[in-house]
């Protein structure tokens, strides 16, 4: 196996957050992992500013592979991603996403294999504007058949997941909890591990995006099984999930 973590950015036109990123990733005082930046040809400043990183992280040791070239949307570039890792685990922290701090990576592999366990996720600070909330992860697992109570940004995945699924573009939001829902009702391991992971921006959320993420989620749950399609269904899961999303804004 080579590195023991890939660390994956996925980004376009990201020259107004990509910067924050990068130091984010090249603060990480643990050093077994790789850097990958999946660009889908940017036209701002993105590859520029990837550029003058670049000697920082060969100083570190640490290998940054950049790709840039057009892509189908963010599942496509996250699926094409995977094949560029040579990493145990994966996990994506794209352009306006940061580690919690310098010692994440650390903490959760420096003393730990995870023998026997597929997913490791954590919790998650998730900023809008000046303010800042705590997203503590569920920790009943049967919670995802309902909708992902983690984000992907907070989630390491063993690459041999990615062998048998991969992110279903075809959905345009929940692309990422429809994967972690297969893994869990294919019967991978998840383990929560109690610590902040990630923080990263809910900016420019609002309720014109609700109901595009509900239908998207109604339809991930038809597909692996979860509910059957029904105008009755569909209705008391829009009810549900729209409560839920309200209740847990801010």
């Not at 990576?105 to 919790?123: M, P, Q, R, S, T």
């Not at 000046?130 to 058949?145: Q, S």
């Not at 983690?150 to 390491?156: D, E, P, S, V, Y």
């Not at 391991?189 to 014109?208: D, I, L, M, Q």
Request: charged share 30%.
């Amino acid at each position: 196996m080579g590195t023991k973590v890939s660390v994956i950015t996925v980004c376009y036109n990201a020259e107004a957050s990509i910067g924050n990123t990068l130091k984010s990733v090249l603060e990480q005082t643990y050093k077994d992992f790789e850097y990958v930046i999946i660009d889908g040809a940017s036209k701002d400043n993105t590859l520029k500013i990837v550029e003058r990183y670049k000697p920082e992280f060969e100083e570190k040791g640490i290998l940054l592979n950049l790709i840039s070239e057009k892509d189908n949307g963010i599942y496509d570039a996250m699926n094409k991603a995977v094949r560029c890792c040579n990493g145990e685990w994966l996990i994506y922290m794209n352009a306006d996403d940061t580690f919690a701090d310098a010692d994440v990576l650390k903490d959760i592999f420096a003393d730990n294999d995870h023998d026997g366990i597929d997913v490791v996720y954590g919790d998650s600070y998730r900023i809008k504007g000046d303010r800042k909330k705590l997203d503590i992860a569920d920790k009943d697992l049967e919670a995802l058949k309902d909708f992902k109570f983690f984000c992907h940004q907070a989630t390491f995945t063993r690459r041999k997941v990615f062998d048998e699924i991969m992110f279903d573009s075809r959905f345009k939001i929940c692309a990422d909890y429809d994967f972690f829902l297969q893994a869990y009702l294919k019967g991978y391991k998840f383990y929560h591990e109690n610590r902040v992971v990630c923080v990263y921006s809910v900016e420019g959320t609002s309720n014109k995006a609700y109901y595009k993420t509900i239908l998207d989620n109604y339809n991930v749950r038809i597909k692996n099984g979860i509910i059957r399609k029904s105008p009755l269904i569909k209705l008391k899961a829009f009810i549900w999930n729209l409560k839920h999303m309200l209740r847990n804004e801010w």
